[in-house]
């Protein structure tokens, strides 16, 4: 099992609270995930994200907020956003 340390953090906007377990328990083995609520008033993502994924229901200031981080759009459902955070995953080790 890879140690905590090595997995890139990534945040994932805008999702369900059942989505974001269906969500952890796919991708939790390669990347530390951070869930923000599309609700929340102000978007600040932790110190450590390395990655942004933001589900088609999330507003313009969650993507501002994310300023210089790489970011993905996902228009589809929970495979997709399950697709880019492994791809991303798989990258970032090298």
Same mark, same amino acid.
């Given at each position: 099992? #890879?140690?905590?340390? &090595? ?5 994932? =906007? !805008? @999702? ?6 269906? =969500?952890?328990?796919? $991708? +939790?083995?390669? %990347?530390? @995930? %951070? /869930?923000?609520?599309? *609700?929340?008033? *102000? ?13 088609? /229901? &999330? *507003?313009?200031?969650?993507?501002? %907020? %994310?300023? #210089?981080?790489?970011?993905? /759009? $996902?228009? !589809? !459902?929970?495979? #997709?956003? $399950? +697709?880019?955070? &492994? #791809? /991303?995953? +798989?990258?970032?080790? !090298?």
């Amino acid at each position: 099992m #890879e140690d905590r340390t &090595t997995k890139p953090r990534v945040a994932v =906007v !805008g @999702l369900l609270p059942d989505q974001n377990r269906v =969500v952890e328990e796919r $991708c +939790g083995r390669v %990347a530390r @995930l %951070a /869930f923000i609520p599309s *609700s929340r008033t *102000s978007t600040q993502y932790p110190p450590s994200v390395e990655f942004v994924v933001l589900s088609r /229901f &999330t *507003s313009h200031r969650s993507s501002v %907020a %994310a300023g #210089e981080l790489p970011r993905h /759009f $996902c228009r !589809g !459902g929970l495979s #997709e956003i $399950c +697709g880019v955070i &492994t #791809e /991303f995953a +798989g990258r970032s080790r !090298g």
